[in-house]
């Protein structure tokens, strides 16, 4: 056999997969610290953010605040 695994053992080449698997995981975890998931905002800060802005006028805000309200209430009642 030639000089490229003719030295090592069964235990050294589980220790160098044993090693990469590690370099791996550590490249892994340190682009998702850099690049996190946002998570999505709730309709309801949607819809206060776009009255705050002026998008909508009062009594649409009223009408699809009330309709959200509505429509947790029923998730709620559904789920319990």
Known sequence: MGPWCGQMGAGGWLSM???WVVVVAVVVWGV???????????????????FAAG????????????????????RTRGTS
Not at 32 to 50: I, T
Not at 55 to 74: M, N
């Open 32 to 50: 998702s610290r850099l690049f996190p998931a946002q998570a999505e905002p709730d309709a309801r800060a949607v819809l206060d953010a776009r």
């Open 55 to 74: 998008d909508i006028d009062p009594e649409t805000y009223r009408d699809i605040r009330d309709e959200l309200a509505a429509e947790t209430a029923a």
């Open 17 to 19: 997969i044993a090693f």
